[in-house]
């Protein structure tokens, strides 16, 4: 029991870590570059990659919690 709780507090805290890196990118790339707008051509390339990370932490989240017990 104990293991199978690390590992679903691990899956947590990965999830929870892309969403921050994700909303973290999008700040701070939109401050460096001054490039709010996610359907610049120029920029879709690194908004794709924030749009991921965030999708893919909100499915982990989602998953982990809807996890059935053992």
């Known amino acids: ?14 999830s929870i870590a892309l969403i921050f890196l994700g909303i973290a990118m999008f700040y701070v790339w939109g401050m460096v570059y001054g490039s709010w707008n996610i359907f610049a051509k120029e920029y879709i390339g690194v908004y ?5 990370l965030i999708v893919s932490g909100v499915v982990g989240l ?9």
């Not at 029991?1 to 990965?14: A, P, Q, T, V």
């Open 62 to 70: 989602l998953l982990t919690v809807k996890e059935p017990a053992a």
């Open 1 to 14: 029991m104990e293991r199978s709780d690390f590992i679903k507090n691990l899956k947590m805290f990965i």
């Open 48 to 52: 794709s990659i924030v749009i991921i």
